[in-house]
């Protein structure tokens, strides 16, 4: 018959075996396998663990397609006496299962004695432009403390959630002491799998598509509104044109405003519509295009191409160019590069300056230095 045989740590083997075949020549056979000692082998099958080694896997009732798990314990908790015929205790007969060399990811990991002090962290961080994005986007309270530059409040938070990471730690292994196949255990057990799972499949993508990672340009262009410049945001998603009260005020067409056409846009999040210009011109290179206008009363951008006004010009988004064409009448205007955005649309807002040589130190710490920051503070 064919068993799958898995492990904590999502190691997948599968064999072939005779359903007369004793428990501890199954063990021989993963040792060989897998390496692991077959005095440390611990097989569970749908939640009993097979403690008499002597004992056919039929007489377990083990079936052709059957998964079992394998589980590493000490040399010491792995002798354990099997549990007498048709006795209906199973407590005893459970071993101690060591679960201390399972990876739990977001963990964190052995490392330097140096990443343990707050102040270094501190120092690496400062220096560090790209950890500084990652820590905004996934830990805004360090993020502030940091950028804050206050150093006492940074150490309290950053020990702060050290404290907490450690106090969800020693609750996990007080469950897994308790009894590592209850319900709630296996659960568990089976999220931190499930997140190793995620982490591999980050790494992956790291590695081979490290591109997916990078944040992208959004697409502005030049063009003017009733002779004034504006950088105007292409938006195919977006259903209308628009423009915030303070560009249309610029450019000298709130006279034209039609406020009977007030109302609420409703996207990401709710603005207030002021009203609607019906007809107004939109200067791209040489061309004059007509197009309407939606007045948005606070809204960070000057103004947004939607899909009424693309459709109407029939112009395409060539992005192996990176240009925008209006096919009305073939013009091209080249998109944006982001040193050309407002502040308001770059990536990178703060060009904060570094010392070369200590950037050139940081680059040579490697892969191994972000990964560990990365457990500490993500």
């Known amino acids: 018959m064919h068993l799958t045989i898995t492990t904590l740590d999502d190691r997948l083997i599968s064999i072939d075996v005779s359903p007369e075949l004793e428990v501890e020549n199954l063990k021989a056979q993963c040792e060989f396998e897998l390496g ?68 739990i990811p977001g963990r964190p990991q052995p490392v330097r004695p140096d990443l343990e002090d707050p102040l270094v962290i501190m120092e690496l961080l400062k220096y560090n432009p790209h950890e500084r994005a990652l820590l905004k986007e996934r830990n805004p309270p360090l993020s502030s403390a940091l950028e804050s530059g206050n150093t006492e409040r940074f150490v309290e938070v950053y ?75 292409v938006d195919s998603g ?7 009260q303070s560009c249309a005020e610029r450019c000298n067409i709130m006279r034209l405003v039609d406020r009977r056409w007030a109302g609420i846009a409703k996207g990401v999040g709710t603005q207030k519509i002021i009203g609607r210009v019906h007809l107004g011109n939109i200067q791209i290179e040489k061309d004059f ?59 990178n807002q703060n060009d904060d300056e570094t010392d070369p040589d200590l950037q050139k130190a940081l680059h040579s710490s490697g892969k191994e230095a972000a990964v560990k920051l990365n457990q500490k503070l993500f």
């Open 36 to 103: 692991i000692a077959s005095s440390t082998i611990v097989l569970t099958w749908e939640g009993r663990p097979l403690h008499d080694n002597q004992k056919m896997l039929k007489e377990y009732g083990i079936k052709d397609g059957d998964m079992l798990l394998l589980q590493q314990v000490q040399p010491s908790q792995a002798q354990f006496q099997p549990q007498p015929s048709g006795s209906g205790a199973s407590g005893s007969s459970i071993p101690q299962l060591d679960f201390s060399t399972i990876a």
């Open 289 to 347: 295009l007509p197009s309407s206008f939606s007045i948005l009363e606070n809204q960070p951008m000057d103004m947004l191409l939607g899909l009424d006004m693309l459709k109407r010009h029939r112009c395409i988004i060539d992005l192996q160019t990176n240009v925008l064409v209006i096919g009305t009448t073939g013009t091209k205007t080249p998109f944006l590069h982001e040193n050309q955005l407002p502040q308001y649309a770059r990536i």
């Open 238 to 244: 977006a259903q209308m044109t628009i423009m915030s």
């Open 159 to 233: 020990t702060k959630q050290r404290n907490e990471r450690l106090k969800k730690e020693e609750e996990k292994n007080r469950l897994l002491a308790m009894d590592p196949f209850s319900p709630e255990t296996q659960r568990m057990i089976a999220e931190e799998i499930r997140l190793k799972n995620v982490e591999s499949n980050m790494e992956t993508a790291i590695e081979h598509v490290p591109e997916s990672f990078a944040q992208v340009v959004m697409l502005y262009i030049d063009c003017r509104v009733n002779g004034h410049e504006v950088k105007a945001f």
